[in-house]
Nanobody
Framework: QVQVVESGGGLVQPGGSLRLSCAVS????????MDWYQQAPGKQRELVAT???????NYANSVKGRFSISRDNAKNTVYLQMNNLKPEDTAVYYC?????????WGQGTQVTVSS
């Protein structure tokens, strides 16, 4: 059993920053990919950033240069540092991890960018 829990969302003004965290717990052997997705109202869930267990990262074009994904393998935690936030970044952000060939999702955390 693997549990995925996000935290760190909230309300921020345009240009501000937030740091999301995602903690993975349970019976864990080796987590491969750790990803962040966003789902805006009325839209499909979209991949924002991904990081492999070797530390290789990849980003959606819309967040390149503003968001940074990192992970602490000892703590089974992945982070998403979001800088220079824009109103269009408003969405529920979901953490997704691949472990043992299966994908696991968190419950999501709301990020609202508004003045």
């Amino acid at each position: 059993q693997v549990q995925v829990v996000e935290s760190g969302g909230g309300l921020v003004q345009p240009g501000g920053s937030l740091r999301l965290s995602c903690a993975v717990s349970g019976t864990i052997f080796s987590i491969n990919f750790m990803d962040w997705y966003q789902q805006a109202p009325g839209k499909q869930r979209e991949l924002v950033a991904t990081i492999t267990n070797a530390g290789t990262t990849n980003y959606a074009n819309s967040v390149k240069g503003r968001f940074s994904i990192s992970r602490d393998n000892a703590k089974n935690t992945v982070y998403l540092q979001m800088n220079n936030l824009k109103p269009e970044d408003t969405a529920v952000y979901y953490c997704h991890v691949v472990h043992g060939g299966y994908g696991y999702w968190g419950q999501g955390t709301q990020v609202t960018v508004s003045s």
